[in-house]
C-alpha cells in the first residue's frame, strides 16, 4: 500500500540520470557545477579539525540564528527572536515539508501555484491534505480575483514562491499588498518559499514576506544557503516565523530531522559577517544568464530573460509539436544536451511547448550546451 501511488521519480532524478548515461552537457538539475567559496569550505574544516563536530541545538547554533538575525534586521527589517523565531533546517525542502507536515491535516486545503517545485503536491497529500492548484497565466503573473474564489472554509495554507522556480519571476510589492488585503480576516498560514533570495536580475528586487509586518505574522519563511553558497549538497536552510508558528514547526523538526551538520552552521557564521558574497549574487548570475542567452541569440528557441532565480525557460513551439518530455528525450539522447520539460511542475502535466535550463555553469559548459542548442 502506497501513501503515494501516482507520484514517481523526480524528474530532476530522471533527467540527471539519463544526462549520465548518455554522457550529455548537463543543463537539467538545479545545481552549480563549481564549488563553493574557497574560504568558506576553510572554514567548515577549520570546525571539523577543532571539535565541533557534535550535535548542534534542535534549533541551530546560537553564532548562525545570530547571523541570520542581523541579516535580516539589516535588509528586511524583520524583527524575530533568535531563541524562539529562527530555526535551521536540513535544506529547503526537509523545512517545507515540516511545516507542511506540522499544520496540514486530513481535509486541509492547500493552495498552490503552478508551475510548482515538485515537493509541494506529495508533501501536501502524505499529510492528507488536497491541493487546490491555480495556474499562474502566461506570463507567470498570480491571478488574484481567481485565488479569492478558490479560498474556502477549508483552506489553510497558501504556498508562494518567489523568485520563482521554474519561470524566474517576481512577486512585487503590489503582489504582497493584495494578499496581505486577501487574508488579513482569514486563518490562513503562508509558507513562502524564498531560497532563490538573492539570485535576482535587471535592478528588480526580492520582496521577502518577512519585511511586510501583517504578512509575517501568519508566514513561514524558507531561505537557502545552498543556494546563496553554491553549496546544494550541504542541504541546509532555515526557517524563520512567528513564535506561536515556530513552537509547532520545532515539535515535528525535532523528530524527522533534529539537528543540521554543526561544523557547517559554524563556518556559514563566521562567513556571513562578510557580505560581498551575497550582496553580489544578483550580477554575478545575471552575468551567467546574459552570457547564456547571447550564445543562443541565433536559435530558434524562444524566451522572456529570467528576472531571477539560476533558471531560464526556453519555448520551443516554433521547433517541434512534441510533447515537452519528448522533446526534452530527444535533446538527451540525439543532440546531447539535457534540459527539464515544463508538465512535470502541473499536477495535470500541462504542456506549454517550454523547458527549462540552468545556467548556474561554467562558462565552458554553457558555451558547450548552446551551441548545441542552436543547431536544434
Known sequence: MSKLPNINTSIFAVMTSLAEKYNAVNLSQGFPNFDPPKRLIELVNHYMNN????????????????????????????????????????????????????????????????????????SIIINGGKPVPIQLDKNFNIDWNEVQSKISQKTKMLIINSPHNPSGNLLSENDLAILSELIADKNILILSDEVYEHIVFDEYKHCSLINNSMLAEKTIVVYSFGKTYHATGWKIGCVFAKENIMKEFRKVHQFNVFTVNTPIQLALADFMKDENHFLSLGKFYQQKRDYFLQQIANSRFEYVPSKGTYFQLLDYSEISDATDTDFAMGLIKDYGVAVIPLSPFFSQKNDLKKIRICFAKTNDVLESAAKILTEV
Request: charged residues 20%.
Open 51 to 122: 571539535g565541533r563536530n557534535q550535535y548542534a541545538p534542535m534549533s541551530g547554533t546560537l553564532q548562525l540564528r545570530q547571523a541570520l538575525n542581523e541579516k535580516y534586521k539589516k535588509y528586511y527589517n524583520a524583527q524575530y527572536d533568535i531563541e524562539k523565531e529562527i530555526t535551521i533546517t536540513a535544506g529547503g525542502t526537509q523545512a517545507l515539508f515540516t511545516a507542511i507536515t506540522a499544520f496540514i491535516e486530513p481535509g486541509d486545503e492547500v493552495i498552490i501555484f503552478e508551475p510548482a517545485y515538485d515537493s509541494y503536491i506529495p
